[in-house]
């Protein structure tokens, strides 16, 4: 998870919300059981500002996200505040496995990261990785229920962060033996940035290899 800068609205969701929002409501009171519209709040226009404020990344996991694997997450979850089932900053971009709504909401949202509202830093207190795998930095209670409501712990992200750190690793090995051949103990300039490449927010995964990078490889990035 990294911290998302949200792109404006969308003049479409300006637009249209109160329309929308009135024919949700009057549905509820005919079915309690009535969902909002996924075409509407689903609309390309909508979609692609939430993909352009990610990266194209999930909001939660950093998994980059393609065709059918994008779906809109209500941040806060319809069930809960049916008021909020068009408003732009509670849509959020997930992938299928952290949108999975089993654990959503047992956890209230407040006592978990909100990468909308956290800062890097204040992710980074409260999660961090050991290699791939993600656990809570220092037992904080806000991490532990980050990685349980959205997943970010299962064998599926860990083996997909597992690929990814294998890439990085190749790259490394590469730039070294490089180095070895020069006869140089430091990167050049453009080794750096290709190492560093890895930790920027567009990357998928960025906060893992931030954190390994520096962990392991600190004589890299310098
Ligand atoms: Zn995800």
């Known amino acids: 998870m990294r911290h998302i800068e949200r792109l404006p609205e969308p003049a479409i969701l300006k637009e249209k919300h109160d329309e929308w929002q009135e024919k949700f409501d009057k549905a509820k009171k005919k079915n309690s059981k009535a969902r909002p519209d996924s075409s509407k709040y689903g609309n390309p226009k909508i979609r692609k500002n939430l993909e352009d404020s990610s990266y194209g990344k999930c909001f939660y996991c950093e998994s980059k996200l393609s065709g059918a694997s994008k779906e809109i997450d209500h941040f806060i979850e319809v069930t809960i505040n049916p008021k909020m089932a068009y408003t732009w900053a509670n849509l959020y971009l997930s992938c299928s496995n952290c949108n999975d709504k089993a654990d959503h909401n047992a956890i209230p949202v407040d006592t978990a990261l909100d990468p909308c509202r956290d800062s890097d830093d204040e992710i980074q207190a ?67 940035q290709r190492i560093k490449r890895y930790m920027q927010p567009d990357q998928p995964y960025s906060l893992m290899s931030k954190i390994y990078l520096e962990k392991n490889f600190d004589y890299l990035l310098r």
């Open 126 to 192: 409260n999660i961090t990785f050991d290699d791939e795998y993600i656990c809570s930095q220092c037992n904080s209670l806000k991490g532990l229920n980050t990685i349980k409501k959205y997943h970010l712990g299962a064998e599926l992200l860990d083996m997909k962060r597992g690929k990814w750190l294998q890439k990085i690793m190749k790259d490394i090995i590469s730039i070294q033996n490089q180095m070895r051949i020069d006869g140089r103990c430091l990167p050049t300039i453009d080794e750096r």
